[in-house]
């Protein structure tokens, strides 16, 4: 099977700018969830989405939004981004819930 | 509101000996609980794992202990080798408005010295 798919690997935006982010997560895989990693704060949880809807939400502005595909594909937005936005964002898939989750390799991203 | 605490930002441990990553949580909720380990550059990935009912799961040189009176989990590492060099992470799973909710702690930088 093909692993978790993030799309792109890095990336450098400016303050005020919006972006999107990508996740293809493994065949079969219904559920996704996203996580932001920073230096101090471990994984921070963000959403989770499970056939197209969000079932869970993390403690982060409205300006994180996020959205799952029928094909399972799932994409966050972060609009007006914010220096302290900078942070590895990594995207997860697993069958069920529960925890045991498969990675993504996340995407880097850096806010000037 | 750190619900899952892993209180030691890093550990060094010599090739051979026990690395022992210790791990707090605070929520009775929670009912299962696994450990990730994460290189540089790559995602976490799954280690072990534990439910709620049992006190202890091994797998080859892994061994998990979850002691629910003291809210306490531990990973055990025997015998530490220097690939097993990178972040832990500790993470607790529970019921979240019908569906399971999994928080993590901020991870144990664990060096395995040759």
């Known amino acids: 099977k093909a692993g978790v798919t993030q799309t792109p690997r890095y990336l450098i935006k400016t303050r005020g700018q919006q972006v999107t982010l990508s996740c293809s997560p493994i065949?079969?895989?219904?559920?996704v969830s996203w996580y932001q990693q920073t230096p101090g704060q471990g994984l921070q949880f963000l959403f989770e989405?499970?056939?197209?809807?969000?079932?869970n939400k993390g403690n982060f502005p409205g300006r994180f939004s996020g959205r799952q595909f029928s094909n399972s594909r799932s994409e966050m937005n972060v609009s007006t981004l914010e220096l302290g936005d900078s942070a590895l964002y990594l995207c997860?898939?697993?069958?069920?819930?529960?925890?045991?989750?498969?990675f993504g390799s996340g995407t880097r991203l850096t806010v000037v | 509101d750190q619900q899952v605490k892993q209180n030691s930002p890093s550990l060094s441990v010599q090739e051979g000996r026990i690395s022992i990553l210790n791990c707090d949580y605070t929520?009775?909720?929670?009912?299962?609980f696994l450990w990730y380990k994460k290189y540089p550059a790559e995602g976490p990935t799954f280690l072990i794992s534990?439910?709620?009912?049992?006190d202890k799961n091994e797998d080859g040189r892994f061994t998990v202990f979850l002691n629910k009176s003291a809210k306490h989990l531990s990973l055990h590492i025997v015998p530490s080798q220097p690939g097993d060099s990178a972040v832990y992470f500790c993470?607790?799973?529970?019921?979240?408005?019908?569906?399971?909710?999994?928080?993590f702690g901020i991870g144990t930088k664990l060096q395995v010295i040759p």
């Open positions: 997860a898939s697993s069958e069920a819930t529960g925890g045991r989750y498969t």
């Open positions: 065949s079969g895989h219904r559920s």
């Open positions: 989405y499970f056939s197209e809807t969000q079932r």
């Open positions: 929520n009775s909720m929670f009912d299962y």
């Open positions: 534990i439910s709620s009912i049992k």
């Open positions: 993470a607790a799973s529970g019921d979240s408005g019908g569906y399971q909710k999994v928080t």
